[in-house]
């Protein structure tokens, strides 16, 4: 199937950027903005394209395989630059400058490796519907200096997933990933096996075929949050008490379904301030 006429002016418009600098450092997280950001600059500058994908416990490990199996398949050569968020006191303590501090402390990062590559800017896969959410990414960006290609020529993530499909990219249609410290509580204190059993059971789900999943942990009770129209398949014996194991060995004593389905951002702490996000009701023991 042919580009729509929308999307091929709008990656016409994406390319005419691209080409204003003769080096990038494209910030590669595994997701299908990032993807469709470093095939459209390999595209356009071909060697002058460096991928760098940070790892670190507070990025869900398949994202991290994803960006890997893309830069390999796209002949794009890659950096994968550890970063440890809980030297951050705003990480660590989950503070609502939590995004903002890590960002900055990312974007700092990429800066250096960009100036020893000789590389004229550092992009990173904001959309325009970033643009329309909260988003302290965006303004660790704004403020270091970082572009986002796509988010300045008006791409949505509609455009995005009709590009990649159209491309062939792997995961064109897989959800939308994030932090796994946004699974958490404001105010906070979170550890790296904290997160790693957020990734672990979340992982588990998703190779079952659930998605998109989030798994909110409230101490001792973790909320699930998933499409309501996945639910009766979830609900299954075999799979509940799979769920319902792992989630116990990772010691939450309590596991929930939220009644409300997935809900990105639930654990802002103005929709809750706002009463956005209701308390959970157990499952049965």
């Given at each position: 199937?042919?580009?729509?006429?929308?999307?091929?002016?709008?990656?016409?418009?994406?390319?005419?950027?691209?080409?204003?600098?003769p080096?990038?450092?494209?910030?590669?997280?595994?997701?299908?903005?990032?993807?469709?950001?470093?095939?459209?600059?390999a595209?356009?500058?071909?060697?002058?394209?460096?991928?760098?994908?940070?790892t670190?416990?507070?990025?869900?490990?398949?994202e991290?395989?994803?960006?890997?199996?893309?830069?390999?398949?796209?002949?794009?050569?890659?950096?994968?630059?550890?970063?440890?968020?809980?030297?951050?006191?705003?990480?660590?303590?989950?503070?609502?400058?939590?995004?903002?501090?890590?960002?900055?402390?990312?974007?700092?990062?990429?800066?250096?490796?960009?100036?020893?590559?000789?590389?004229?800017?550092?992009?990173?896969?904001?959309?325009?519907?970033?643009?329309?959410?909260?988003?302290?990414?965006?303004?660790?960006?704004?403020?270091?200096?970082?572009?986002?290609?796509?988010?300045?020529?008006?791409?949505?993530?509609?455009?995005?997933?009709?590009?990649?499909?159209?491309?062939?990219l792997?995961?064109?249609?897989?959800?939308?990933?994030?932090?796994?410290?946004?699974?958490?509580?404001?105010?906070?204190?979170?550890?790296?096996?904290?997160l790693?059993?957020?990734?672990?059971?979340e992982?588990?789900?998703?190779?079952?075929?659930?998605?998109?999943?989030?798994?909110?942990?409230?101490?001792?009770?973790?909320?699930?949050?998933?499409?309501?129209?996945?639910?009766?398949?979830l609900?299954?014996?075999?799979?509940?008490?799979?769920?319902?194991?792992?989630?116990?060995?990772?010691?939450?004593?309590?596991?929930?379904?939220?009644?409300?389905?997935?809900?990105?951002?639930?654990?802002?702490?103005r929709?809750?301030?706002?009463?956005?996000?209701?308390?959970?009701?157990?499952?049965?023991?």
């Open positions: 199937m042919p580009l729509s006429l929308t999307t091929a002016r709008k990656l016409a418009a994406l390319q005419a950027l691209l080409r204003t600098w080096r990038v450092v494209v910030l590669l997280s595994g997701g299908v903005d990032s993807s469709v950001l470093v095939k459209a600059a595209d356009v500058l071909g060697s002058g394209v460096l991928a760098v994908t940070f670190g416990p507070h990025y869900p490990n398949e991290v395989a994803a960006a890997i199996t893309l830069a390999q398949s796209l002949g794009v050569p890659q950096r994968l630059e550890p970063f440890d968020p809980f030297g951050l006191p705003d990480f660590r303590h989950n503070t609502p400058q939590r995004c903002y501090a890590c960002k900055e402390a990312l974007y700092r990062r990429s800066w250096e490796i960009a100036r020893q590559g000789g590389a004229a800017a550092v992009l990173d896969g904001a959309t325009a519907d970033d643009a329309a959410a909260e988003r302290p990414g965006l303004r660790a960006a704004a403020a270091l200096g970082v572009r986002s290609p796509l988010r300045e020529t008006g791409w949505h993530k509609s455009d995005i997933r009709e590009l990649g499909r159209f491309w062939g792997p995961g064109w249609d897989r959800p939308a990933q994030s932090c796994l410290a946004t699974r958490f509580p404001p105010h906070t204190l979170l550890s790296p096996q904290d790693q059993h957020v990734d672990v059971v992982g588990f789900l998703r190779r079952q075929g659930f998605g998109p999943v989030r798994l909110r942990v409230h101490g001792e009770l973790v909320r699930l949050e998933l499409p309501p129209t996945q639910w009766p398949r609900l299954k014996p075999q799979t509940l008490t799979q769920l319902q194991d792992l989630s116990r060995s990772r010691g939450w004593r309590y596991l929930t379904l939220d009644l409300q389905g997935y809900q990105s951002g639930s654990m802002n702490a929709k809750q301030k706002q009463g956005e996000s209701p308390a959970p009701v157990p499952s049965p023991a």
